[in-house]
């Protein structure tokens, strides 16, 4: 099997290698070609939004949510020109979507599929809270945080094989992969990222909420409020995502650099 598997694996390094993240300069494994993994995103988005249609523009809420995506939109934008990135951003299609629901969740699709719930609006409280999470959820698309993972997923269920070709083969795992990879459907805070990618993503989303000219301090009492939302958490070791403090603490670490970006 290993025969197999390993000259499959080459090959679609050799085609498709590794990402180059503009923010960290860090490179990563990438075998899925992102524009078939946007394609996934825009017929799963698509579907969830007729399962659960959204808030109309009229709502306040939803006007609060696009106003502020359209804005960290716009600084991802800038920043990636600045870097002289823009052709990692080519194929994105923003679209940004309130749904009525009590989870306080919120994420985004790879090409730029947001969806915010409307749980999360307590939480979050005002505009700079929800830029925070919006910053977030933006980062782990533009870093291409779900192609890692499903890429790795790939290469565990199909030996690296094409996504087309997976697809053929077994459209139902694919599909629920791909929802794995991008956290789709997770609730905030759930165990859909690695701690390094929910430390990449804090980190990228308070520079690209700064940009925005929302005050990057107001992750810190975001987290404080998401630590004492209730629930009972697994201990950090236990889980793939950092806890409430070790995420605070590294907030308020990084948040110097964060602040040298924020224009008001």
């Known amino acids: 099997m290993k025969k197999i598997i390993l000259p499959a694996v080459a090959f679609s390094l050799l085609m498709y290698g590794c990402h180059k993240n503009a923010v960290t300069g860090k ?5 899925v070609p992102e524009n078939e993994l946007i394609g996934m995103s825009v017929q799963q988005y698509a579907e969830f939004l007729q399962q659960n249609p959204p808030l109309p523009d009229s709502d306040e809420r939803v006007q609060m949510v696009k106003r502020s995506g359209t804005k960290i ?3 991802v934008e800038k920043y990636y020109a600045d870097k002289g990135a823009s052709k990692d951003l080519e ?11 009590d989870e306080i969740n919120a994420w985004c699709m790879p090409g730029g599929k947001v969806a915010v719930y409307t749980g999360i609006l307590p939480v979050t409280q005002d505009e700079q809270s929800l830029a925070v999470v919006m910053g977030h959820e933006v980062a782990h698309a533009v870093a291409r945080h ?3 993972r499903m890429s790795q997923s790939m290469i565990t269920q199909f030996g690296g094989a094409a ?7 077994n459209p139902s795992l694919t599909g629920q992969l791909f929802q794995q990879a991008v956290g ?15 430390s990449e993503a804090d980190e990228m989303g308070l520079i690209f909420a700064a940009m925005a000219g929302y005050n990057p301090e107001a992750a810190i009492t975001f987290w404080q409020r998401m630590a004492n939302s209730g629930g009972q958490k697994p201990p950090e070791i236990l889980s793939t995502h950092p806890s409430d403090e070790t995420r605070i603490k590294n907030l308020q670490a990084f948040m110097p650099t964060a602040m040298k970006y924020y224009k008001p």
Not at 27 to 31: E, G, N, W
Not at 94 to 99: L, R, S, Y
Not at 163 to 169: D, F, N, V
Request: hydrophobic content about 40%.
């Open 91 to 101: 194929a994105f299609q923003w679209e940004f979507n309130v749904v009525n629901s």
């Open 27 to 31: 490179r990563s494994l990438s075998l």
């Open 146 to 148: 779900g192609n890692q």
């Open 163 to 169: 996504l087309s070709t997976a697809m053929g083969q």
């Open 184 to 198: 789709f459907g997770s609730t905030l805070g759930a165990l859909k990222f690695s701690r390094k990618h929910e």
């Open 73 to 75: 939109q716009k600084a």
